[in-house]
């Protein structure tokens, strides 16, 4: 009875043990040019926290024995999805850049990617060869995922905003008193960069505001030319080669609207070509 008793006992006391057990995981990650990236984010699927890479992009993290999956999240890169297997405790992942694909459709920009994702084993060899890497074999399990729902949301959006844009440039006359801003709006949830003319930015919401009197305007490519007024907390900016400062007039296009960045790296200029090629 006695050994009975034991028996159970050691066998819950292993469960136990067992349930809260840890793995350790390392690894690097590289871009596709075979350059690390450091700072990186790993989460797990429900998106918590794991760590960071170093400076060289290696990494090393614990995770709970049921986590089955880690996310890589970088700044210009497609964030990274992959299955961990049992025995894989060295990931070594190379990641994609997060493009802006202009006058192509949804469907093609699919066919480029899936192209450039297809290319990853041989970069991983590659990265192998050149001392980045450590083994040949990739042991986890990794998806290409079909981004046009995405794609083509943002270029619904897009429309939008071009049908919007156009009638803002119509409105707008000589002497009008117009701010410009320049630079990432970081109080949408996603991120967007402005080619507009706006009433309330401010410096708190965009790297650069100018504000500016229109002098002439021109319907080709939305074109507006702005004496310059006003600018706040800096002396010049260069804007597509053009060195702007205080009473400056520079020509000024609206025609690009805004570049729509979703959380997956997704991206697409006003430019963006409807239809399936």
Same mark, same amino acid.
């Given at each position: ?45 429900? $998106? ?20 089955? @999956? ?7 890169? #497609? ?42 084993? $041989?970069?991983?060899? #590659? ?9 040949? $074999? ?11 729902? +995405? ?34 709006? +970081? @109080?949408?949830?996603?991120? +967007? ?45 260069? %804007?597509?080669?053009?060195?702007? +400062? ?5 020509? %000024? ?10 959380? %997956? ?13």
């Amino acid at each position: 009875m006695k050994i009975t008793i034991i028996l159970i006992l050691a066998v819950l006391i292993s469960n136990l043990n067992l349930n809260g057990q840890t793995r350790i995981i390392s690894g690097r990650v590289i871009s596709e040019h075979l350059e690390s990236l450091p700072g990186l984010d790993i989460e797990n699927s429900d $998106n918590v926290f794991l760590g960071k890479t170093d400076m060289d992009g290696r990494f090393k993290i614990s995770i709970p024995q049921e986590t089955d @999956s880690l996310l890589f999240r970088y700044i210009g890169m #497609e964030w990274t999805d992959i299955r961990l297997k049992k025995d894989c405790d060295t990931v070594e992942v190379v990641m994609m850049y997060a493009g802006t694909y202009d006058f192509m459709s949804s469907k093609k920009i699919d066919r480029f990617r899936k192209k450039r994702f297809d290319n990853v084993l $041989n970069l991983h060899s #590659e990265a192998v060869k050149n001392g980045l890497f450590e083994k040949f $074999n990739i042991c986890y399990g990794r998806d290409f995922e079909v981004h046009k729902s +995405s794609l083509d949301r943002i270029a619904r959006e897009l429309k939008e905003f071009r049908k919007a844009n156009i009638n803002e440039f119509k409105a707008l006359k000589k002497g009008d008193i117009v701010k410009i801003p320049f630079g990432l709006d +970081s @109080s949408k949830k996603r991120i +967007s960069t402005h080619y507009s003319p706006c009433e309330n930015c401010t410096e708190e919401d965009y790297d650069y505001v100018i504000k500016g009197e229109i002098i002439n305007k021109r319907r080709r490519k939305l074109t507006l030319e702005i004496k310059i007024t006003e600018m706040q907390h800096y002396d010049s900016l260069e %804007y597509r080669g053009q060195v702007l +400062s205080l009473s400056n007039d520079f020509e %000024y296009e609206m025609k690009f609207f805004e570049v729509i960045i979703d959380k %997956y790296g997704c991206q697409q200029k006003l430019n963006f070509m409807g239809g399936d090629d």
